[in-house]
């Protein structure tokens, strides 16, 4: 007698669906590496520019309003 | 420890009296000297983006046991897009953005796409700046892959029509009137006022006003 997996595997191929397998299989790694190249062709379509922070400027610092808090 | 930022909410049946000496019990308890204001304000901190740049921060997790796999099957993906300093008015702009695209997101990347088994889109609001964070894990697909497919739902979000808005205008409106149902509400709501430094403890109806 098949196993209940066997059969719901079988199911699935017949119906041509998509498994989901928990490792990360060649073609996984292939999509994701094509994925790249697409993200970086969307940034230069909307002049995103990819970017490293290399002098980071913090929010407010310059004219910096911190509360004078009253002691109690 | 040597020093140290006290604060606290006293909020229920007590005078400003009553509340001041809590306050004082718990502060003569603690020996510290009080941090600076510059010290605090590096502390909480965030730091700029700027406009029209990508940062990207990717990392390898190893798995720590199990035999066969080196890599861990897992992946995850946080989008954070900054929305600059908080306003009432660009809050409420980033709060209704969010409500807009969340069912959207969840139809597309999770039920159709099923890209993972999280996907969130919320609001955030740290250090009195605001953002908006779309968040994957999957068991299946890369980070860059997860990234490409947020893209591309970015790319073909729907136009929402006035009524869809006002639709969720009038929702967020009436989580805010929500009445308090007991005093540790209450006084989580103070608390954030104190967490987020803006001390504006009208801040409800003022956000109501904004939306």
Redesign the interface.
């Known amino acids: 007698m098949a196993k209940v997996s066997e059969l719901l595997l079988n199911e699935a191929k017949r119906l041509n669906v ?1 498994i ?5 299989s060649e073609e ?2 292939k ?3 094509q ?2 190249q ?2 970086q062709a ?2 230069a379509k ?8 290399v002098d ?6 310059q004219n ?1 309003k ?3 808090r009253k002691n ?1 | 420890m040597k020093t140290l930022n006290f604060r606290a909410v006293v909020c229920g049946h007590i005078t400003q009296e009553g509340a001041q000496s809590i306050c004082e019990i718990i502060r003569n308890s603690l020996r510290h000297m009080e941090l600076s204001d510059d010290d605090l304000y590096y502390s909480k901190n965030l730091t700029k983006l700027p406009i029209k740049t990508v940062h990207t921060y990717q990392e390898k997790s190893q798995l720590p046991h199990g035999e066969g796999s080196k890599i861990n099957p897992n992946s995850a993906i946080q989008c954070y897009f900054q929305g600059g300093e908080k306003t009432y008015a660009k809050s409420a702009l980033f709060q209704v953005l969010v409500e807009l695209i969340r069912e959207p997101a969840f139809n597309t990347l999770r039920t159709q796409e099923q890209l993972g088994y999280i996907v969130k889109v919320t609001y955030s609001s740290s250090a009195k700046v605001i953002g908006l964070n779309i968040k994957i894990q999957s068991a299946r697909y890369g980070a860059d892959y997860l990234e490409h497919r947020i893209n591309n739902f970015i790319e073909n979000l729907p136009n929402f029509s006035e009524e869809q808005v006002e639709n969720i205008k009038r929702s967020l409106i009436k989580e805010y009137e929500q009445v308090i149902t007991n005093i540790g509400q209450e006084g989580l709501r103070f608390w954030s006022q104190l967490e987020d430094d803006c001390f504006e403890f009208d801040s409800i109806p003022r956000a109501i006003r904004a939306i």
């Open positions: 998509k989901h397998t928990p490792n990360p996984a790694e999509e994701n590496a994925a790249k697409s993200n969307f940034y909307y002049a995103i520019e990819e970017a490293e922070i980071p400027k913090i929010f407010g610092m910096a911190y509360p004078k109690i």
